[in-house]
């Protein structure tokens, strides 16, 4: 369940888990640059699987509502939303979370007043609180809903999942599994944005086995539940996850809460891959940045969002190339920057 095995995922060596980063994660203040529009392009294939459980959701003009009806407001802020949600054992957490996450966010009341835009260290400290909190209340209010549906009609499936959001001139993401999320930085370098949860990592592990579960390899390293007379036994491969009832009643071995990033980028920064595990399983950090690179480099001036699809899809080729049996989703989010910050 949750993906099979294949090379351990790649780490950043300047990426860490966020109970080391709550002090602010690679903010920067004053003086910043003002980035442009960002582009989408999505690619998806079933591969080796009969069915299709991967599940992504982009919201381009993303923003706040509040006030009496659930008003949108429109206050001048660029706000972006990405959603990439991959089932498994059934699609449905994946589908809720697609059909509802976004909207949960844009009611949470700290999308209404932070914007991404704050300059002093005291104010992006403030925010990065207040923001990372509504990620996680919305994760957890999700993730109980759908743990709820599951008492009801005796659903077992879950889903991992990955949110991205532009929110002025600073990226934050939130992530509860192993799909992905890679910056390419300046000079085509790739900088992870995300660390998968893996149960074998010495954190997830430890708080496994702190909850009375149990790690162990079974093709890969997952989280272990033994059989009893209501349910069977099972594995996880990935140690958070929206859903899968079993391996959260009665113990709590998988957590739903996800880890918060914040960065601000920077010129010369060019854009993120997003992609669940299929992509991942046989693809590097710095291939998926490559191969993205390579697929725009007959662009003349800035990427079309046609161009930015088209690198998605060589991406995705790339990996369907190289064996990838899991379903795969990749998202490609071109940064276009004024012409004067270049």
């Given at each position: 369940?949750?993906?099979?095995?294949?090379?351990?995922?790649?780490?950043?060596?300047?990426?860490?888990?966020?109970?080391?980063?709550?002090?602010?994660?690679?903010?920067?203040?004053?003086?910043?640059?003002?980035?442009?529009?960002?582009?989408?392009?999505?690619?998806?294939?079933?591969?080796?699987?009969?069915?299709?459980?991967?599940?992504?959701?982009?919201?381009?003009?993303?923003?706040?509502?509040?006030?009496?009806?659930?008003?949108?407001?429109?206050?001048?802020v660029?706000?972006?939303?990405?959603?990439?949600?991959?089932?498994?054992?059934?699609?449905?957490?994946?589908?809720?979370?697609?059909?509802?996450?976004h909207?949960?966010?844009?009611?949470?009341?700290?999308?209404?007043?932070?914007?991404?835009?704050?300059?002093?260290?005291?104010?992006m400290?403030?925010?990065?609180?207040?923001?990372?909190?509504?990620l996680?209340?919305?994760?957890?209010?999700?993730?109980d809903?759908?743990?709820?549906?599951?008492?009801?009609?005796?659903?077992?499936?879950?889903?991992?999942?990955?949110?991205?959001?532009?929110?002025?001139?600073?990226?934050?993401?939130?992530?509860?599994?192993?799909?992905?999320?890679?910056l390419?930085?300046?000079?085509?370098?790739?900088?992870?944005?995300?660390?998968d949860?893996?149960?074998?990592?010495?954190?997830?592990?430890?708080?496994?086995?702190?909850?009375?579960?149990?790690?162990?390899?079974?093709?890969?390293?997952?989280?272990?539940?033994?059989?009893?007379?209501?349910?069977?036994?099972?594995?996880?491969?990935?140690?958070?996850?929206?859903?899968?009832?079993?391996?959260?009643?009665?113990?709590?071995?998988?957590?739903?809460?996800?880890?918060?990033?914040?960065?601000?980028?920077?010129?010369?920064?060019?854009?993120?891959?997003?992609?669940?595990?299929g992509?991942?399983?046989?693809?590097?950090?710095?291939?998926?940045?490559?191969?993205?690179?390579?697929?725009?480099?007959?662009?003349?001036?800035?990427?079309?969002?046609?161009?930015?699809?088209?690198?998605?899809?060589?991406?995705?080729?790339?990996?369907?190339?190289?064996?990838?049996?899991?379903?795969?989703?990749?998202?490609?989010?071109?940064?276009?920057?004024?012409?004067?910050?270049?």
């Amino acid at each position: 369940v949750g993906g099979e095995g294949g090379p351990e995922a790649e780490r950043a060596s300047d990426a860490t888990w966020l109970s080391k980063q709550e002090q602010g994660w690679a903010g920067q203040a004053g003086g910043r640059a003002r980035m442009g529009r960002v582009l989408f392009g999505s690619a998806q294939a079933r591969c080796a699987r009969p069915y299709m459980e991967d599940r992504t959701c982009v919201v381009a003009t993303w923003r706040p509502t509040g006030g009496p009806g659930g008003r949108v407001i429109d206050d001048g802020v660029e706000r972006s939303y990405l959603g990439m949600f991959d089932g498994h054992n059934g699609s449905r957490s994946a589908e809720v979370a697609t059909e509802r996450l976004h909207s949960m966010l844009s009611a949470d009341p700290a999308f209404r007043v932070h914007t991404g835009e704050a300059t002093s260290l005291a104010a992006m400290a403030q925010e990065e609180a207040a923001v990372g909190a509504a990620l996680k209340r919305a994760f957890r209010t999700l993730d109980d809903d759908i743990l709820q549906q599951s008492l009801e009609d005796g659903g077992r499936d879950g889903a991992t999942a990955l949110v991205l959001l532009r929110l002025g001139d600073t990226f934050y993401t939130a992530h509860a599994g192993d799909s992905r999320a890679v910056l390419c930085r300046a000079g085509g370098r790739a900088h992870a944005l995300t660390l998968d949860h893996k149960p074998d990592h010495p954190d997830e592990r430890a708080r496994v086995e702190a909850n009375g579960g149990r790690v162990d390899f079974q093709r890969c390293w997952r989280v272990v539940i033994e059989a009893t007379s209501t349910r069977p036994g099972s594995g996880l491969a990935v140690s958070r996850s929206l859903g899968d009832m079993d391996f959260k009643q009665p113990k709590r071995l998988v957590e739903c809460l996800p880890d918060v990033g914040r960065i601000v980028p920077r010129p010369g920064d060019s854009f993120v891959v997003l992609a669940t595990d299929g992509l991942w399983d046989v693809v590097s950090n710095q291939d998926a940045v490559d191969c993205v690179n390579t697929a725009l480099q007959g662009c003349r001036g800035q990427p079309s969002t046609a161009d930015v699809t088209a690198a998605a899809e060589a991406t995705l080729a790339l990996a369907v190339k190289r064996g990838t049996c899991d379903n795969c989703s990749v998202v490609v989010m071109a940064i276009l920057w004024p012409t004067e910050t270049q």
